[in-house]
């Protein structure tokens, strides 16, 4: 670190080396392997450096330095004149580590160097779908609900878009757009209703119409659900929550029997002690 701080990149580079062999298996070995990627770039050694920034990616690739090693790849990929790869590095660091400073710097390269002439195809519907699952991950909900919104925006549809419909609407649910998020997924389960996501999609538009205050629809939404999907691992969800709304209405009978039911039909749910205790 030393060494680094004072930019001997070459000793510093030998020292991470030593580093990681002398703390195989250590706590600083994944720091260790990732700076020596950055020493060697800045001391020029671009292939070298190419070779560590991969491993370290391959290694630890949700550690909080790898975003910046997946910028430092590009980076030493364009010194290597591998446009092409350099391209495809710029845009994991899009894909996978939305919001961060090293996402930033990588759409600011992209564009410079689509500016300079390199072929910097459009975003594919995967990598748009992946950016926004990760904003969701990182429970930024506004941002995933654009991101999405923009994926059902391309002409034609894209492949991946009944799960964007989806995502759009658990998103604007998590936001407090429950009329929204209604919308979309109602829209959703009715024409895709064999797609894997239909059972919770049901299940949210469900939650949705019981947070606005219409319980009608909100149990028929629910009762949708079981009837289609009963072995769905959200059919013991969507019965819970059907009792709490009875609950909620003070129609204890109902209450007793849905409880019954569901601790009676999926005695191995979380909700099964709870559906007892309530009953």
Request: proline fraction near 6%; glycine fraction near 6%.
């Given at each position: 670190?030393?060494?680094?701080?004072?930019?001997?990149?070459?000793?510093?580079?030998?020292?991470?080396?030593?580093?990681?062999?002398?703390?195989?298996?250590?706590?600083?070995?994944?720091?260790?392997?990732?700076?020596?990627?950055?020493?060697?770039?800045n001391s020029s050694a671009y292939v070298p450096a190419i070779e560590a920034f991969e491993k370290c990616l391959k290694d630890h690739p949700r550690a909080e330095f790898a975003p910046d090693a997946g910028l430092g790849l590009a980076r030493a990929l364009i010194a290597e004149a591998q446009l092409?790869?350099?391209?495809?590095?710029?845009?994991?660091?899009?894909?996978?580590?939305?919001?961060?400073?090293?996402?930033?710097?990588?759409?600011?390269?992209?564009?410079?160097?689509?500016?300079?002439?390199?072929?910097?195809?459009?975003?594919?519907?995967?990598?748009?779908?992946?950016?926004?699952?990760?904003?969701?991950?990182?429970?930024?909900?506004?941002?995933?609900?654009?991101?999405?919104?923009?994926?059902?925006?391309?002409?034609?549809?894209?492949?991946?878009?009944?799960?964007?419909?989806?995502?759009?609407?658990?998103?604007?649910?998590?936001?407090?757009?429950?009329?929204?998020?209604?919308?979309?997924?109602?829209?959703?389960?009715?024409?895709?209703?064999?797609?894997?996501?239909?059972?919770?999609?049901?299940?949210?538009?469900?939650?949705?119409?019981?947070?606005?205050?219409?319980?009608?629809?909100?149990?028929?939404?629910?009762?949708?659900?079981?009837?289609?999907?009963?072995?769905?691992?959200?059919?013991?969800?969507?019965?819970?929550?059907?009792?709490?709304?009875?609950?909620?209405?003070?129609?204890?009978?109902?209450?007793?029997?849905?409880?019954?039911?569901?601790?009676?039909?999926?005695?191995?749910?979380?909700?099964?002690?709870?559906?007892?205790?309530?009953?």
């Amino acid at each position: 670190e030393y060494h680094f701080s004072k930019a001997r990149f070459s000793r510093a580079a030998a020292l991470y080396e030593l580093a990681m062999e002398l703390n195989a298996g250590g706590p600083l070995v994944e720091r260790a392997e990732c700076q020596r990627a950055v020493a060697l770039l800045n001391s020029s050694a671009y292939v070298p450096a190419i070779e560590a920034f991969e491993k370290c990616l391959k290694d630890h690739p949700r550690a909080e330095f790898a975003p910046d090693a997946g910028l430092g790849l590009a980076r030493a990929l364009i010194a290597e004149a591998q446009l092409e790869r350099a391209v495809a590095a710029y845009r994991d660091v899009w894909t996978r580590h939305p919001g961060t400073p090293a996402d930033q710097a990588a759409e600011r390269e992209l564009a410079d160097l689509k500016a300079a002439g390199v072929d910097v195809p459009e975003y594919s519907g995967g990598e748009i779908m992946e950016r926004g699952k990760n904003l969701s991950l990182l429970g930024q909900h506004d941002k995933a609900t654009d991101v999405f919104m923009r994926l059902l925006e391309r002409k034609p549809p894209p492949s991946n878009r009944p799960e964007a419909m989806f995502r759009a609407g658990v998103a604007m649910y998590k936001l407090g757009k429950r009329g929204d998020a209604a919308v979309i997924l109602e829209k959703m389960a009715r024409e895709y209703p064999a797609d894997p996501h239909a059972p919770e999609a049901l299940y949210w538009i469900g939650r949705s119409y019981s947070k606005l205050g219409d319980w009608d629809r909100a149990t028929n939404t629910l009762q949708k659900l079981l009837d289609r999907f009963p072995e769905s691992e959200w059919a013991d969800d969507a019965l819970f929550h059907i009792g709490n709304i009875y609950r909620e209405t003070g129609d204890m009978k109902k209450v007793v029997h849905v409880y019954e039911h569901l601790a009676r039909k999926y005695p191995d749910s979380r909700f099964a002690d709870s559906a007892l205790w309530w009953r």
